[in-house]
């Protein structure tokens, strides 16, 4: 699969200064014909990154989607959504209970739902019990036997694989993190990228798509992510997936086009691990 690569960065002119975490509004790259073209549509984010999330809002409002999943909301959170909470910031982040969600600002996201106002929300979040079950239960057990055949996550990985995936995860944690638990937290990947993939085919069943993925980078690339495991599902499927990165660094992974955007000051992130 040939990936292409938009460029944001733009220096001439100062359409807008690297330490700038959003766009000028009239150089958002607008979704190709592919991308429009396609069934279920995936656009990474980097989650605590307002530029990613401006681009979400204007990609979603083009492409006008029948159906929205978001890997930030779980199931029951998503069938709180309302014809009445959505058309009110507060009021949906309020029964969202997003303030305990552990996810960024409400308000970088809140545009997303703006965006698509008549679009049927699903909820691809992994509840903390099921991700505590994987602690003591295999990785199909955790997610349904029956659906982990048809996503194609009832094997084990590659040796190879298995080691990049570790290596991920040891340095998104830092290296703080205890050996014995790094095929956990892979697992757990493995697992939220099933879950998504399942809600996607959901949506684009129900709603006959198109169907647009609220989604970090990590869930949709191509190589391995979930829209990996969709294509194994429904090999007819049509999917495109994008990945945002920041400041001329590219998000990991494979995906059908990256977009390169703004970046945020994030400081020192392994001084929490500190």
């Not at 960065?9 to 014909?33: C, H």
């Not at 656009?43 to 083009?62: C, F, K, M, S, T």
């Not at 691809?124 to 349904?144: I, K, W």
Request: proline residues 8%.
């Amino acid at each position: 699969m040939n990936t292409s690569i938009i460029p944001l960065l733009i220096i001439a002119g100062s359409v807008f200064s690297t330490a700038s975490s959003v766009w000028s509004e009239d150089i958002i790259p607008p979704p190709p014909q592919v991308a429009r073209a396609a069934d279920v549509v995936f656009i990474g984010e980097q989650h605590d990154n307002p530029g990613h999330h401006q681009l979400q809002a204007r990609w979603v409002e083009a492409l006008e989607p029948r159906a929205l999943v978001f890997e930030m909301l779980t199931p029951l959170q998503a069938e709180a959504v309302t014809e009445d909470n959505r058309q009110d910031e507060a009021a949906l982040k309020s029964a969202l209970a997003w303030e305990t969600s552990g996810w960024p600002d409400f308000a970088m996201y809140y545009p997303v739902f703006e965006a698509a106002p008549l679009a049927r929300i699903y909820g691809a979040g992994v509840p903390r019990d099921e991700v505590r079950n994987l602690m003591t239960a295999p990785l199909g057990a955790a997610f349904g036997a029956e659906d982990a055949i048809r996503f194609g996550i009832d094997k084990a990985l590659s040796e190879v694989e298995q080691m990049q995936r570790e290596q991920i995860q040891r340095i998104a944690h830092c290296d703080a993190l205890p050996e014995e638990i790094l095929p956990t937290m892979v697992s757990i990947q493995r697992l939220r990228d099933a879950v998504l993939a399942r809600a996607s085919s959901k949506a684009l069943s129900q709603t006959g798509g198109p169907v647009v993925v609220i989604t970090g980078n990590g869930h949709a690339r191509t190589d391995w992510g979930a829209p990996f495991l969709l294509a194994f599902s429904d090999p007819d499927i049509e999917i495109f997936s994008l990945g945002q990165g920041e400041a001329e660094t590219d998000p990991d992974g494979v995906f059908d086009t990256i977009v390169d955007g703004p970046s945020v000051d994030r400081g020192n992130p392994c001084d929490a691990f500190n």
